[in-house]
């Protein structure tokens, strides 16, 4: 009885880490066809300038992970990008209309809105190093960004489940 739970855990494990490998193992060059054909239809296929598109991969809305597999005009990844991170965050500025944000981060994880100011909060869960994390991106009714922001998610009694993330 041990050994079958023990087996099913690591399995488990495996399967877990292969699929959180799969995405960053996509060579440059690499058809997208090919792409297509192993990892499963994207969720949503951005226009890039230059003819190219991203492709955006979001393991959620549960997941902690985006990725965008860019590709060029003539049909090749030129790149696999994991959005969901500062050096992305940092990207966004006061302004920038929401569509451009979901462009570069990928669906979100939730929409709430605050009647009070008229403010939504866009929130996206995300990974910093250990630490299970919220961004905001904070959208005026003109769909412009009037600010962001991010938190630790809240834990439950226990420590590890998420009683109520973002």
């Given at each position: 009885?041990?050994?079958?739970?023990?087996?099913?855990?690591?399995?488990?494990?495996?399967?877990?880490?292969?699929?959180?490998?799969?995405?960053?193992?996509?060579?440059?060059?690499?058809?997208?066809?090919?792409?297509?054909?192993?990892?499963?239809?994207?969720?949503?296929?951005?226009?890039?300038?230059?003819?190219?598109?991203?492709?955006?991969?979001?393991?959620?809305?549960?997941?902690?992970?985006?990725?965008?597999?860019?590709?060029?005009?003539?049909?090749?990844?030129?790149?696999?990008?994991?959005?969901?991170?500062?050096?992305?965050?940092?990207?966004?500025?006061?302004?920038?209309?929401?569509?451009?944000?979901?462009?570069?981060?990928?669906?979100?994880?939730?929409?709430?809105?605050?009647?009070?100011?008229?403010?939504?909060?866009?929130?996206?869960?995300?990974?910093?190093?250990?630490?299970?994390?919220?961004f905001f991106a904070y959208v005026a009714p003109d769909g412009k960004v009037t600010g962001t922001g991010a938190r630790d998610e809240e834990t439950s009694d226990f420590g590890f489940i998420?009683?109520?993330?973002?």
């Open positions: 009885m041990h050994t079958r739970i023990l087996q099913c855990v690591c399995l488990a494990g495996c399967l877990f880490a292969t699929g959180c490998a799969n995405m960053t193992s996509i060579a440059p060059g690499t058809a997208a066809s090919a792409v297509e054909a192993s990892r499963g239809k994207p969720f949503r296929v951005w226009p890039e300038t230059g003819g190219g598109t991203s492709w955006e991969y979001p393991y959620g809305p549960m997941g902690h992970y985006t990725y965008m597999v860019r590709v060029g005009a003539d049909g090749r990844v030129s790149g696999v990008d994991q959005v969901l991170g500062w050096d992305t965050f940092a990207r966004i500025t006061v302004g920038m209309p929401i569509t451009e944000v979901e462009h570069l981060l990928g669906r979100p994880y939730s929409r709430v809105t605050y009647p009070l100011n008229g403010q939504t909060a866009w929130a996206w869960r995300f990974v910093e190093t250990l630490w299970r994390r919220c998420p009683s109520t993330p973002c």
